[in-house]
């Protein structure tokens, strides 16, 4: 998984760059009933397409650990594994969500103030102000929701090396590998048990 939000931060924090500077480049446009403002429209695009690109990679991140918090407490209750397991999986999943919620929450706050700043007349300042915040916000986010994501893949990795363990002592070699760790994916939220990667380790 953390490879694949590497890919997805990548991307996304260059969409945040170029609707900034080419939001910055607008604002030397002359403005107008009959005026055509290119690098405006350009901005209006691209910030739309950024906004929904953001929501959509901090929602994935919180689907993942939705999934894969599920699948640790109950390999946990099924293998009688210390409380101290799923205690660190509630953790790292609650030290992401502060991030996640506020890169989203920033993100369509500063897409509302561009909105109004063109249909309502809203100075142009706090749309721009908005998003500065924004912009610095999710970028460090998404290192920390990155070091997060790794954290959780070790983890899962560790709960399987256990189970697996467990399963070897009681039944024998052929037994072990036998639980599978949840699937990377945003919909791999189901807590079965599976092959033998982990999804963290993506």
């Not at 991140?61 to 594994?81: C, Q, S």
């Not at 919620?101 to 721009?128: C, K, R």
């Amino acid at each position: 998984m953390h490879r694949i939000f590497l890919g997805l931060a990548v991307t996304n924090g260059s969409l945040l760059l170029a609707s900034y500077v080419v939001g910055l480049i607008s604002t030397g446009e002359p403005r107008g009933p009959r005026t055509v403002a290119p690098w405006h429209l350009v901005h209006f695009l691209l910030g739309l397409l950024t906004t929904m690109s953001t929501l959509l990679v901090h929602s994935i991140v919180y689907t993942y650990f939705l999934g894969t918090g599920k699948w640790v407490k109950e390999v946990v209750r099924a293998y009688r594994m210390p409380d101290w397991v799923e205690a660190q999986a509630k953790k790292n999943k609650k030290k992401a969500f502060r991030f996640e919620f506020w890169s989203m929450a920033l993100i369509g706050i500063a897409a509302w103030f561009g909105a109004a700043s063109d249909a309502q007349g809203f100075n142009p300042i706090w749309h721009l102000a908005a998003s500065s915040i924004a912009l610095a916000y999710n970028l460090g986010a998404f290192v920390v929701e990155y070091a997060v994501i790794v954290a959780q893949a070790r983890l899962l990795l560790e709960v399987k090396a256990r189970a697996d363990a467990q399963r070897e002592a009681l039944y024998g070699p052929s037994a072990s590998g036998a639980t599978e760790a949840p699937s990377p994916s945003p919909e791999g939220d189901r807590a079965d048990l599976v092959p033998s990667h982990p999804a963290g380790d993506g």
